[in-house]
């Protein structure tokens, strides 16, 4: 069974930064492509960026230039780096890992495993 264990959440100022992990274990970590995603309160879930199996990025326009993906096939793991912080980027962050799609993609209903999610609070 495939698990994500996703850290690194917290609180910070407005123009900080906070380094979120995943971690993915129960299938191989390299045959999947990883999704990081978020849900605000009253808000829908929506893609904040993706790596692919080959290690090809995607970010959603909200987040270019300030986040930064990355995936570590040896440890299994993916993180997100994220940069000048602003308080509409508090939300609860997952990671997300597709297994079946030919091509990385945004839309939530591409991934099969999600974790349990990490709490990020941007004070202004």
């Known amino acids: 069974q495939v698990q994500l264990v996703e850290s690194g959440g917290g609180w910070v100022q407005a123009g900080g930064s906070l380094r979120l992990s995943c971690v993915v274990s129960?299938?191989?970590?390299?045959?999947?492509?990883i999704g990081w995603f978020r849900q605000a309160p009253g808000k829908e879930r929506e893609f904040v960026a993706g790596v692919s199996r080959r290690g090809r990025t995607n970010y959603a326009d909200s987040v270019k230039g300030r986040f930064t993906i990355s995936r570590d096939n040896a440890k299994n793991t993916v993180d997100l780096q994220m940069n000048s912080l602003k308080p509409e980027d508090t939300a609860v962050y997952y990671c997300a890992a597709d297994y079946y799609g030919s091509l990385l993609g945004s839309s939530a209903s591409r991934y099969n495993y999600w974790g349990q999610g990490t709490q990020v609070t941007v004070s202004s």
């Open positions: 129960g299938r191989t970590f390299g045959n999947s492509h």
